[in-house]
């Protein structure tokens, strides 16, 4: 009859095994993945150094340390404890073993799971142990579950190390690669093919179920948060497609100033690439952070929320200071009370959209609270009858409506919004971008949108700061910026195309050399001029017998009077379409020579366009002299 010790010894080691290695992989790979230290190479060698041994070795090494004459056997020894030739010496060796694999897969887990998910936890309040709890090991469990899967494999096949260290002692130490070794040694083929098939059914049928186990967000089994559940207010579901809402007016928040809220930034990050260096203060009116890819506006959100430390300055808000760099002060992120709405929105995936919402809600507060605050705020954004559903079942822009409606659940006292609208089609970039204007004129605390987009900052923000290379090159209200930049890095990247050196004649004329023509300003020339430019759609065209009326884009039908100044026969070179406008490339004074030979761009509506493309060139441009604008040296 078959002697069934070896399975049960076998089980028991790998499964105690697999427990400890479980707990340990975890441990290390959290550790592992936080650190950058120097000896980050060196350490993840270590731990993964098991999987790529001989066997002998790895017992030959396990049998130096923990022998009689070993550093941790004399240890054990003097604690009368003796470790060679005992059932827990294989539990070490299975450990030893399958540890490497627990630890490269958790590893790899944690190293997928997107970090915006971590940090928009952060912002809602949440400690290090709650992001870890609630959002780290719930991401990677899949990953979590293959890798333990793996390990009881790996140290249910252990033999070499487990030779050495443990010994073959039947009934106590002898599991089944043993049996296995010493039955084909003793010539009994039959008893060795059974330990064979019985690991090998044990062993590729676990992996077999977890490949077959792929848990997906819409098969997930939904649960409580908090002990609460939010009821569906439309049974029959909801239709995915978006509709404009309306947002109600948003109360105070308790924690707000009943002052003015302001906020007061003044901060160096040093990067690869440039410096990021700026100062500057707003308030309650939304402020737009302005400037080209790679200027830092990101930066800024990231260390106002926490997320980057810098290198240098401070930061206060509300009288609050968040980091002071000489006071060594550095609020955590879960403590600064600012809510970030990130371009991928970050919504944990593995909650529903209520759960998402109510993720940043006071611990203290009762469930009904909970639960009335979550239907408030999405029934703001009309998303209250998929509140059970998840992330990935909505539309891009209803995501980014819960994300909004998560970050304000919480009343923070600063909004971040970066590039809230770049992962949106034009359509519903439009709808979405006006309802957040809505919900920010009943927002009570400061926000700041990031963006590319000049027409976006432009009807969202009341105040900008424009960026170049990681420094703020203006600050103001948005019409000053717009109307009289003063700089050519300000005028280029608010959008004007147009630009001339210019040489001053006098105190009102001033010559485009680019241009080859003397034009008449309003405003006295500065003192230092460097350019003039003025902007494409600013520019006016006249027709013969001009009265003097001008209209932007627009052609007069009458002749025009010597009187009107800085009027000039221009001929097209090249035209640009787009669906709304015409780009015309203009020569100034004499015809072009081929599509590239112009001075100035002019935009024009197609309306105006089907006027002006029949009339007979030379046309004449005119160039308003209050539309100039002068930029001096810096």
């Known amino acids: 009859m078959l002697n069934l010790a070896p399975l049960w010894i076998s089980l028991r080691i790998a499964a105690i095994a697999t427990i400890v290695t479980f707990f340990i992989g975890i441990a290390a790979a959290h550790l592992m993945h936080h650190y950058r230290g120097r000896w980050r190479s060196l350490l993840d060698s270590i731990l993964l150094a098991p999987m790529v041994l001989p066997p002998t070795v790895l017992g030959f090494l396990l049998l130096i340390f923990l022998g009689k004459n070993g550093p941790l056997g004399v240890l054990f020894t003097n604690l009368g404890i003796s470790v060679v030739f005992t059932w827990y010496a294989a539990v070490i060796t299975a450990t030893v073993v399958a540890l490497p694999l627990m630890y490269k897969t958790t590893l790899g887990a944690f190293e997928q799971i997107d970090s915006n998910l971590q940090q928009a936890a952060r912002t809602l309040g949440a400690s290090e142990l709650i992001v870890f709890w609630r959002i780290t090991l719930p991401l990677a469990l899949p990953s979590l579950i293959a890798g333990a899967t793996l390990a009881f494999a790996r140290a249910l096949g252990e033999f070499g190390a487990t030779l050495m260290l443990a010994g073959n002692i039947p009934g106590r130490t002898q599991t089944l690669p043993m049996a296995i070794y010493f039955a084909v040694e003793g010539g009994d083929f039959r008893e060795a093919a059974v330990w064979t098939g019985v690991i090998l059914t044990v062993a590729l049928g676990g992996l077999v179920l977890v490949n077959r186990w792929q848990p997906r967000p819409g098969n997930r089994v939904k649960r409580r948060e908090n002990g609460w559940k939010l009821r569906d207010r439309d049974a029959g579901g909801a239709d995915l497609k978006e509709t404009p809402v309306s947002y109600p007016l948003m109360p105070r928040s308790t924690h707000l100033s009943a002052d003015l809220p302001t906020l007061s930034v003044n901060l160096t990050k040093h990067l690869p690439n440039f ?360």
Not at 298 to 304: A, H, K, P, V
Not at 535 to 562: E, K, T, W, Y
Request: glycine residues 6%; negative net charge; hydrophobic residues 40%.
């Open 275 to 634: 410096t990021l260096d700026v100062a500057f203060s707003t308030n309650e009116q939304p402020l737009g952070l302005l400037g080209a890819s790679g200027s830092g506006k990101s930066l800024i959100l990231r260390c106002l929320a926490g997320i980057e430390t810098p290198d240098a300055g401070r930061i206060v808000l509300n009288g609050r200071v968040l980091f002071d760099s000489e006071q060594g002060i550095n609020v955590p992120i879960c403590d600064r009370k600012i809510g970030i709405l990130f371009q991928n929105y970050a919504l944990f995936p593995h909650l529903t959209i209520a759960q998402n919402v109510a993720f940043g809600l006071h611990r203290q507060l009762s469930a009904d609270q909970m639960q009335t605050i979550v239907t408030e705020q999405l029934a703001a954004v009309h998303l209250e009858s998929l509140a059970e559903r998840y992330p990935h079942e909505l539309s891009g822009g209803q995501q980014q409506r819960v994300a909004l409606a998560r970050a304000l659940a919480s009343q923070p006292e600063v909004l971040l919004l970066d590039e809230p609208f770049s992962a949106l089609d034009t359509h519903l970039r439009d709808q979405i971008e006006r309802q957040l204007i809505d919900r920010l004129q009943s927002y009570q605390g400061i926000t700041v949108l990031v963006t590319h987009n000049l027409e976006e900052a432009y009807r969202v923000c009341h105040q900008l700061l424009v960026l170049n290379s990681g420094n703020a090159i203006a600050h103001g209200p948005k019409h000053h910026i717009f109307e009289r930049p003063h700089s050519l890095r300000v005028a280029q990247l608010t959008g004007c195309k147009n630009f001339s050196p210019a040489m001053a004649h006098g105190t009102h004329q001033v010559e485009a050399r680019h241009w080859q023509c003397i034009l008449q300003t309003i405003e006295p020339l500065p003192s230092n001029l460097s350019q003039i430019g003025i902007r494409a759609h600013q520019i006016d065209f006249l027709g013969q017998g001009c009265d003097g009326g001008l209209g932007n884009g627009q052609v007069q039908d009458q002749s025009l009077p010597a009187s009107v100044v800085n009027s000039f026969p221009c001929w097209l070179a090249a035209t640009s379409e787009t669906p709304h406008r015409m780009t015309l490339y203009l020569k100034l004074h004499r015809p072009p020579t081929n599509e590239r030979d112009y001075h100035l761009q002019a935009e024009v509506f197609k309306e105006k366009w089907a006027l002006l493309k029949d009339q007979p060139l030379p046309w004449t441009v005119h160039l308003e002299p209050l539309r100039l604008i002068l930029l001096a040296d810096s």
